[in-house]
């Protein structure tokens, strides 16, 4: 069950929830966090827990089904995560995502900030990882509290720069769809016309596109042109191309890229913006979530709408 599939709130704590709060902490990591630690490490995280209400410098978030507490995040000065812990029966629905999510666009903590850290448990650096954090430094013991220290560099959507037009051809070619177990293509693939007709002289009038920036590198693009590709549908529609570099995926890069893209589209005047995709692909998912519909298809692929009127999306699908 997803996070769309149920009625989630996110939400700061309230006093009153912070009991139930730290019990769900302690719970969780006493289950599956305290096993590697040393007794002095149990007894460190226990005494940690007992003085979250007195501690000021603490902000707090968690994630509600019909008054019931899921998961909780809280971070301390300057952009750091003291506890990230869900319900064991919640895993993998995307609530520790989400509850990134509302820190991470909380001006309040990341205004003039660009890294978020964390001392992750030898027992969740996987899961941070899955969440787009990196390790920065080996294994370390502070009073029994066993940590990886890892960061979240944030990313940076901002305008394609005619300087960084050729850098279109590498994500061209990962923007190629290649099922499971499939050899990968030779990269000369993206200059089959049907292909390279995607990025050949962009710089067009009608051509527009945005970048995601992690830590000075570019890792993703969407941009749209007026072509007669796979996905055309008119002569007033743009067609939608994107991609992210794949040790980049799974970390929302692509809500962010279109999301940018549509607001440019919006303020050029455009309406909609099509495109074409595999139906094996797992970018569908993505697709129906920021709002594009399937208007015809073939044997093998969709092509899909999105009326940029129409500002609606599901981000937590």
């Not at 599956?32 to 902000?59: C, H, K, M, Q, T």
Request: aromatic share 10%; hydrophobic share 40%.
């Amino acid at each position: 069950m997803s996070l769309s599939d149920k009625k989630y709130q996110i939400r700061t704590l309230c006093r009153q929830d912070i009991a139930s709060a730290m019990a769900l902490v302690w719970r969780v990591f006493s289950e599956f966090e305290a096993p590697e630690y040393s007794d002095e490490g149990i007894a460190e995280f226990r005494d940690f827990l007992d003085n979250v209400p007195a501690n000021a410098e603490l902000s707090l978030w968690g994630c509600f089904n019909d008054g019931k507490i899921l998961g909780v995040i809280a971070v301390r000065p300057p952009c750091h995560i003291s506890l990230l812990f869900v319900d064991k029966e919640y895993h993998r629905q995307g609530i520790a995502r989400s509850l990134l999510k509302s820190v991470l666009t909380d001006k309040s903590i990341m205004d003039g900030h660009s890294a978020m850290t964390v001392n992750s448990s030898p027992y969740a650096v996987e899961a941070y990882r899955h969440l787009g954090f990196i390790p920065t430094d080996t294994e370390q013991t502070v009073n029994g509290i066993r940590y990886v220290p890892m960061k979240y560099l944030l990313i940076k959507v901002r305008r394609l720069q005619q300087t960084e037009y050729s850098l279109l051809e590498e994500f061209l070619y990962h923007a190629i769809f290649l099922p499971s177990g499939t050899t990968p293509l030779p990269f000369e693939i993206i200059f089959n016309p049907d292909i390279y007709i995607y990025i050949e002289n962009f710089g067009q009038s009608d051509d527009c596109g945005v970048i995601a920036e992690r830590d000075g590198n570019i890792v993703g693009a969407a941009w749209t042109r007026i072509i007669p590709a796979f996905g055309h549908v008119d002569d007033e529609t743009p067609e939608l191309a994107i991609s992210v570099l794949p040790e980049y995926r799974g970390q929302s890069i692509g809500t962010m890229l279109l999301t940018r893209l549509f607001e440019l589209l919006r303020k050029r005047g455009y309406h909609q913006t099509s495109l074409s995709v595999q139906k094996e692909n797992s970018a569908v998912r993505l697709y129906r979530r920021m709002g594009y519909e399937i208007i015809r298809e073939n044997d093998e692929d969709y092509i899909m709408v999105k009326d940029l009127n129409n500002g609606s999306c599901r981000l937590f699908e």
